[in-house]
C-alpha cells in the first residue's frame, strides 16, 4: 500500500467507522457465538500472497463483528464506560503515523514533553493538590500508566493482600483499618501500601480519605488512592468533595479511558515525589543514555514503568480536551449522573424492586425482592435476550444488578426502553417461579 491507496482507503475506513458507530444501535449489543467461533472461519496459516483491502473489510463483516459485543451501543449497561470520541479516534490515526517509541526524552521530545505538561491540565482540572503537579520545578507528577488492578499488582509483587471491612455504605473506615493494621504487626507482618478506593467497582462506593489519610501519614503507609471510574467526575465542582483527603494520598489514579472520552487505553497516574518510582525502575544501558538525562527539566518515562516503550498516548487527550473544552467534558458527566438518576426513580417506583446502594453517579445497583437465585434467573434471562447487557455483583453475598451508564449516544429512550424490558423479564421470570411453587405444592 502506497501513500496514494493509503488516502483513498483511509477515507473508506473512516466512513466504515462512521457508519458503524452511527448504526451501532441497530446491531445486536451481544453476540451470537460460542467460544472458538472464530477459528473454523479463517485459513489455518497466514496467506503467503497479498490480499485486497476489500477482502479483509468484507471479513470484517462476516467474521470479526458477528462476534464483538458493542459496548458503544446505547443497549450497553455492563461493567463501566469505556470512553469513546472522534477527537481521541483522530489523534489515535496520528499516534501510529508518528509511530514513536517513546521511552525516552531523546526518542521523541514531544512524546515525552506533551505527557507531562497534558497530565498538568488534567491535574489542574481536577484539582489535585500542587505536590502531585510536575511543573516547571515540582517533585511530582503524571504518567499514563497501562491499565491494571491493585490484586494484579500484588500477585506480581508477591505481596500478601487483606481486604478491610466495610461499613454499611460499602466505604472503608477508620476504625476497620486500624485494627487491621494492629492485628497484622501483631502476627509478626509488616503494613506499608493501603489502597482506598474512590468509587468502587462493585457498587461505586467511597473510602472515607479523611479518615483513613491521617492514619497512613501517622503510621508511615504509603496510600494510593484508585478512582478508576469515579475519578473523572471530580473534574465537576459538585463531585469534587469526593476526592477530598486525597492530600494525604502518596499516589492517585484514574482511567480518563472509562469516562472522559478519551479512548482506551489511557490510565492517570500522579505521584507526589516521581524519584520514588524513577529510583526503583531505573536502568541506564549506554545506548539508551542522551546529553539531558540530567539536566533536571524533563523526565525519561521509562524511569516510570515496568515496560521500556510507549505510545504518544497523550496526544488523545490534547485532542479530547481541546475540542470539547473542561465544560463539554463536564457536560457530559453530568448528562450521565442524571440518567442514572432516572433510571433509579423508574426501579424506585415498582414495588417488586430494590435499590442496594446509594447512586452517586453513574451506577444503579438494584435486585428483584428475593433470593440470589431468582436474581440469577433474571440476569440470565435479560442477557439471553440480548436486547440490553448487564453484569451483576455481590455486595453482602447478595447477588445484585449493576445498571452502568456507559454510551457515549445514549438519551433517556434508551433507558427508558431498558427498564421496560427488565420488567418484562422480571414478570417472566416471577411467574415462572409461582408455577415451580405451585408444582412443588401440588
Request: proline share 4%; charged share 20%.
Amino acid at each position: 500500500m502506497n501513500a496514494s491507496e493509503f488516502r483513498r482507503r483511509g477515507k473508506e475506513m473512516v466512513d466504515y467507522m462512521a457508519d458503524y458507530l452511527e448504526g451501532i444501535e441497530g446491531r445486536q449489543v451481544f453476540p451470537d457465538v460460542c467460544p472458538g467461533y472464530l477459528r473454523s472461519l479463517i485459513p489455518t496459516t497466514a496467506p503467503q500472497e497479498p490480499e485486497t483491502f476489500e477482502a479483509i473489510i468484507e471479513d470484517v463483516e462476516k467474521i470479526i463483528m458477528p462476534g464483538v459485543t458493542h459496548w458503544h451501543s446505547p443497549y450497553f449497561f455492563a461493567y463501566f464506560p469505556t470512553a469513546s470520541s472522534y477527537p481521541a479516534m483522530l489523534a489515535d490515526m496520528l499516534c501510529g503515523a508518528i509511530g514513536c517509541i517513546g521511552f525516552s526524552w531523546a526518542a521523541s521530545p514531544a512524546c515525552t514533553e506533551l505527557e507531562t505538561v497534558m497530565m498538568d491540565w488534567l491535574g489542574k482540572m481536577l484539582q489535585l493538590p500542587e505536590a502531585f503537579l510536575a511543573g516547571e520545578a515540582g517533585e511530582g507528577g503524571g504518567v499514563i500508566q497501562a491499565h491494571s488492578s491493585v490484586e494484579k499488582a500484588g500477585l506480581i509483587g508477591g505481596v500478601r493482600l487483606k481486604a478491610i471491612p466495610s461499613d454499611g455504605k460499602f466505604a472503608m473506615r477508620a476504625s476497620a483499618l486500624q485494627e487491621a493494621l494492629e492485628r497484622d504487626k501483631a502476627a509478626g507482618l509488616i503494613p506499608f501500601f493501603v489502597v482506598a478506593t474512590l468509587g468502587t467497582t462493585s457498587c461505586c462506593s467511597f473510602d472515607n480519605l479523611l479518615e483513613v489519610g491521617p492514619i497512613c501519614h501517622e503510621e508511615g503507609l504509603w496510600l494510593h488512592v484508585d478512582a478508576a471510574y469515579a475519578g473523572s467526575a471530580f473534574i465537576c465542582p459538585e463531585f469534587r468533595h469526593l476526592l477530598n483527603g486525597v492530600e494525604f494520598a502518596d499516589s492517585f489514579n484514574f482511567n480518563p479511558h472509562k469516562w472522559l472520552l478519551v479512548n482506551f487505553d489511557c490510565s492517570a497516574m500522579w505521584v507526589k515525589k516521581r524519584t520514588d518510582l524513577t529510583g526503583a525502575f531505573r536502568l541506564d544501558p549506554v545506548y539508551l543514555r542522551h546529553s539531558h538525562q540530567d539536566s533536571g527539566l524533563i523526565t525519561d518515562y521509562r524511569h516510570w514503568q515496568l515496560p521500556l516503550g510507549r505510545r504518544f498516548r497523550s496526544l488523545k487527550m490534547w485532542f479530547v480536551f481541546r475540542m470539547y473544552g473542561v465544560k463539554g467534558l463536564q457536560a457530559y458527566i453530568r448528562k450521565h449522573v442524571q440518567l442514572a438518576h432516572a433510571f433509579e426513580a423508574l426501579v424506585r417506583q415498582d414495588a417488586r424492586f430494590e435499590i442496594c446502594a446509594e447512586v452517586t453517579l453513574g451506577l444503579v445497583c438494584f435486585r428483584l425482592k428475593g433470593s440470589n437465585k431468582l436474581n440469577e434467573a433474571l440476569l440470565e434471562s435479560i442477557n439471553s435476550a440480548k436486547k440490553i447487557h448487564l453484569v451483576p455483583c455481590s455486595l453482602r453475598d447478595r447477588f445484585v444488578l449493576r445498571f452502568a451508564i456507559c454510551s457515549r449516544t445514549v438519551e433517556l429512550a434508551h433507558v427508558q426502553l431498558a427498564w421496560e424490558h427488565i420488567r418484562e423479564m422480571a414478570a417472566a421470570v416471577l411467574r415462572a417461579q409461582g408455577e415451580e411453587k405451585a408444582e412443588i405444592k401440588n
